[in-house]
């Protein structure tokens, strides 16, 4: 009961940060809820949870959702590295990629609190290839770990995207992104009903987060909520190297 509690908590906490800066979810919930369970374990139960976030986004902000960035932009190259992360994961739970992952977890929250920090009201696009290279890397990153977030919203800077169409237009392609990854645990043997159980005691973290993440969306600008976002994230990468 302690750990299902502990767990939820972690849940609706990173659940809400995304419902107001459209990632971060994963990233957080992942490295703090490593404490708690495997990552073989945590992993499965957490995304179909976080789909459901992802999806009733999609459902209720559909009109701001820019199809022409998500098919064109984002979809063709995010896509080509999450077939190769995805065919990393059996290598997911070993101690040194899990602190590997919690270096790039530190490395990605201080590239985002610098990148706030110095950001002006007008971002400059990445360069194309720079722009690629992020895309692709996080689509490894998000099928190795579930997450990779910060380096995809990263590549879209300069896209010209308002915190809607930001938020509608990422949660389409968390949505996306993680039934591939479903389809990945089954085959790996980690999804079924253990998993889909621990998912079912998650969905009322999931609410309150995601009720809470709502109201705060809001009314908080998105930028301080960025900066405590990247300020968790170093913290939650530090805590998951610390742990092994």
């Given at each position: ?22 990632f971060g979810a994963t990233v957080l919930t992942l490295a ?149 990854l479903l389809v990945n645990f089954a085959r790996h043997g ?14 009322p973290a999931m609410i309150v987060g995601a009720v809470v ?32």
């Amino acid at each position: 009961m302690g750990t299902a509690l502990a767990l939820g908590f972690v849940v609706a906490a990173a659940i809400a940060v995304e419902a107001v800066v459209g990632f971060g979810a994963t990233v957080l919930t992942l490295a703090f809820g490593l404490w708690l369970l495997p990552i073989t374990e945590l992993l499965p139960a957490y995304v179909p949870v976080n789909m459901l976030l992802s999806a009733s986004i999609v459902w209720r902000d559909r009109r701001a959702l820019d199809l022409r960035v998500l098919l064109r932009r984002v979809l063709p190259l995010t896509g080509a590295g999450l077939v190769v992360g995805m065919g990393l994961y059996r290598w997911a739970a070993r101690p040194s990629v899990q602190v590997a992952f919690g270096v790039v977890v530190v490395a990605l929250g201080v590239r985002e609190l610098a990148g706030v920090l110095r950001r002006a009201a007008a971002v400059a696009a990445p360069k194309p290839w720079h722009g690629a290279a992020l895309m692709l890397s996080g689509g490894v990153v998000y099928g190795l770990f579930g997450t990779g977030g910060v380096l995809i919203v990263a590549a879209l800077a300069g896209e010209g995207l308002d915190k809607d169409r930001s938020r509608a237009t990422l949660a389409a392609l968390w949505l996306l992104l993680n039934a591939a990854l479903l389809v990945n645990f089954a085959r790996h043997g980690s999804l079924g009903a253990a998993s889909f159980a621990r998912s079912a005691t998650l969905v009322p973290a999931m609410i309150v987060g995601a009720v809470v993440g709502e109201v705060l969306h809001r009314r908080v600008a998105a930028r301080p909520f960025r900066i405590a976002t990247a300020v968790m994230m170093i913290g939650a990468g530090a805590a998951a190297i610390a742990r092994i």
